[in-house]
């Protein structure tokens, strides 16, 4: 079993220590709006991890914070986030595409229940986030059609409190997204979490959040890899609520090592799953 942490977890917790050190002046606090960090290297399950925050600028409208994921004095990640108090200004938006109604797509987690395997068993035990992807995941077998992009919906798992925050919802979102961004990398070259060989880890994280959402309600996820080379890989997504809203958009640069031989690899675990193969978590890279 993946012994590392979860990058999503990290980058959550680190946004959530950045906020703490906010003064709300009254006017309510100022709304995450953006973060940038890097992941310098794999977290580990069986170490603590402290936060580190540096003040580096509180303005009349924005401040902005440098947070250091720490295990053993040496830092995991190393993120900036920017807060900014709510103004009045000029609006626009994309607008989201057609896509099916959630409810009629199937869920990852049925899809994990129907496989005789324990990490498959432990993936759908422990899911957080109800995820269907429109057309076929690049779980258990590669994509029938090689394609840039893909959309998926998503939601938590069950309700969450009311009292949550605003700035909690956008950690939530922060904590999701982190398992799907690089899948369009895959699906773009014929690959699935199941490809022999294949060695995956989030390199670096971008998020801009426009509006705000709740993660407890169904957000679309429009996804698509404009590149990949040198075993790198980039995803982007831009995220819809149910009506409409474009409420976040996102981008990760991955590094994705594929075996000379993946593919041919890859077309026969298409054929079925046995219990005794390797598998990899997405959700823990």
């Keep these: 079993m993946n012994q590392r942490i979860y990058g ?19 006017d309510g606090p100022r709304a995450l709006h953006s973060v940038h960090g890097y992941f310098l290297r794999p977290g580990k399950l069986d170490l603590p991890i402290t ?12 401040s902005t914070r440098r947070t250091h994921a720490l295990q053993q004095g040496r830092p995991i990640l190393s993120l900036i986030s920017s807060y900014q108090e709510d103004q009045p200004g000029r609006d626009h938006a994309d607008a989201a595409p057609e896509a099916p109604d959630p409810e009629s797509l199937t869920s990852a987690i049925d899809l994990f229940n129907a496989v005789d395997h324990p ?13 269907r992807h429109v057309g076929d995941p690049v ?6 059609e090689r394609a840039d992009t893909q959309m998926l919906w998503m939601r938590a798992r069950t309700p969450l409190p009311a009292e949550l925050t605003d700035l909690q919802h956008r950690a939530l979102l922060a904590y999701a997204c982190d398992q799907v961004m ?12 199941r490809t022999r060989g294949m060695s995956v880890a989030s390199l670096d994280h971008s998020m801009w959040w426009h509006r705000p959402l709740r993660v407890d309600e169904w957000l679309l996820f429009v996804q698509h890899s404009p590149s ?20 976040a958009t996102i981008a990760q640069e991955g590094m994705v090592r594929v075996p000379e031989d993946a593919e041919p690899a890859a077309a026969a675990a298409a054929a079925d799953v046995r219990p005794d193969e390797e598998w990899k978590r997405p959700s823990l890279r």
Aim: hydrophobic share 45%; aromatic share 8%; glycine share 12%.
């Design 139 to 144: 779980y258990l077998q590669p994509p029938g």
């Design 51 to 62: 936060f580190a925050v540096e003040r580096l600028h509180d303005g009349r409208s924005f």
């Design 119 to 131: 990490v498959a068993k432990f993936m759908s035990s422990i899911a957080a986030f109800d995820i």
């Design 182 to 193: 690089l899948e369009p990398v895959l699906r773009r070259h014929g690959l699935s979490w």
């Design 228 to 247: 990949a080379q040198g075993g790198r890989g980039l995803g982007t997504a831009e995220v819809f609520d149910r009506a409409g809203a474009h409420v």
């Design 8 to 26: 999503g977890q990290v980058l959550a917790q680190s946004i959530v220590a950045a906020a703490d050190t906010l003064a709300d002046d009254g």
